[in-house]
């Protein structure tokens, strides 16, 4: 009788994990689906393209070469004009190759990269110090501190956003590309400090501070404390605070939106799409296609981390 | 080799005072025990003297430097922990060898260190395992390992042996004995473990409430402790506190008068007035049955004592009993073949008694040795 239940349990169990599988998966297989489709295909429900399709890959990868632009007649018979100097000629025809037609993947893909990884770097170090005193120096103001710095991300990006770029502009740092670059390296920065230096934070109070007597008792300062013990032991912590902050780099659209505006060269991945989405050359398989390609590293990320964050790596040090 | 003296220690936590005027020695090479229960300062005391705790008032010395402000990693001191505190992510060999790689040492000296300890621990097979992968016991020779590789002027011991069973503690105290006598390093011992106290300690400091009661080599606190909890904190089991009355050649109880030893007698011009209430203190381990004392008529004689167990432990007997309405506890000879509720008459040597105020609890014929 008992085994029976156990079974129905078990099947229904099944059921639902695979119902929430799908309706979470849905989206991701439909993006998929759909960047592989040729236009043909589009309105076809089905998720298995009838052709597979793989030039906007191709494209976005640059593998392939955009075509030339399509000129009107007209505009050709301009063209033809001997006064014309060579680079009137190649204005003209820029308009037609206008950027929106384009998608430099890799040029993003490098531009995220760089922003998202150099935010998570620089987030982390502070949050290992920071993390570090709230867990285990008792200082006056600690707690408003510790408190404080979590009130901060209470409040929106979206309510943050025109002063901050008001304080970009008054500062100057707005007007030229590196400082907008900056700018944004630091609201990042900013940004994803209070959830790390919570994470951080209890991951340290979890490790005995016996542990840390000891190794100071073995000759070694706080900083040697932190390096040789502290740091190698929260391994597991340390890879999954740079992947959040990795991951909220990587996915901003909002601050990025607005600093990167006008500097086409730096536009980070979410931005690139955004423009793709808008441009005349909004074909879905691109769209889509640029997604999947976008989606790639926030996956390997998470894959990683998930080989990494068994955890436990303080066991066995003590008895308890 | 280096020499430790605590001077006017008082540490306090907040309002709360758990130390108070903490004065102690421990001269070079040699053992010093600190003793007693939970919660009395012993382990600030020790975390004190590591620098892992700030003193409040007094002065920490060492070689005949006070060491108040030095930061605990520039005292040269190895501490064994009572949870081992061994790093987790480093093998057994890494754990051990930590401090002196630190300090930079040679290779060849770290080699021969690590041999010299490993093979003093029994810990050569070990040498590539994590912690995780070790037994209490191990795992706790790991961490003495730690410590004695350096060349360290002074051992603290928090407690080491506290978590491992009965078996394996008396193992490991002859070993921390047999380390000591290899290295003979200054060592600060605490313990709650009266056993290891007596056996461990060159010396043994009994502390109560943050204070140090008596301090002086085993024997000396075994035979002549200065007060009533010194008295029944040391020794298994501990000694019998019986309600009495001191008069000049004899001491009253429950209506019993058993005469006073010579020593006794002499002593006795220090105490005041005839009658005296006072707490009569005999260990259980210096009672004989009066059939198999040794012939002695110099002992004394407490009568008719009711047994009510008898509890044999091999090697001797341990009877509870009651003279009158007070409870006693005696362990026998072997072949004393008492039964529960019979009578019996106990012998004991009264030099071995002792006679503590019932107000002070002090022992009226010790001096006391605080200093």
Redesign the interface.
Known sequence: MTDRKTITRKILLALAVCAVLLFCLFPFVQILSTSLKHQFDWGNPSLIPIKFNLEAYKELLGITKAEEPVVPETVKALLDNPLLTEEKKEEILNRYRSTGDIFPYPRYFLNSLLLSASAASVSLLLAVFGAYSFSRLRFKGRKIVQRGVLFTYMIGGVMLMVPLYQLGVKTGLAKSTWGSLLSLLLIYIIQTLPVSLYMLGNYFRSIPYSIEEAAVMDGCSRLGVIYLVILPLSAPMLMTVFIYCFIIAWNDYLFASIFLKQFHDFYTIPLGLQSLFVSKNAIWDRIMSASVLTLVPVLLCFSFAMRHLTGGLSEGGLKE | MANLKLRNISKSFGDIEVLHNINMEAKEREFVVLVGPSGCGKTTTLRLI?G?EDASSGEVIINDRVVNMV???HRN???V?????????KNVKENII??LK??GAPKELIDTRLEKASRLLELQDLLHR?????S?GQ?QRVAMG?AIV?DADLFLFDEPLS?LDAKLRHQMRSEIRRVHREYGTTSIYVTHDQLEAMTLGDRVVVMRDGRIEQQGSPMDIYLKPSNIFVATFIGAPSMNMLDARLFRDYVELEGRKIPLGKRIEEDLIRIPGEGKEVKLGIRPDFFQDEHYSDGRTTLSRIEDVKIDLVEPLGFDIEIDSKVGTQPLKARLDIRTSVKEGENINLCFDMDRAHFFDINTEENLFVLPLKP
């Open positions: 590591a892992l930061e605990p990693h001191i190895a501490m922990f009572q949870n081992y505190a061994l790093y987790p992510h930590f401090s630190r300090t994590k912690p995780a992968q070790l209490g795992k730690r350096r978590n």
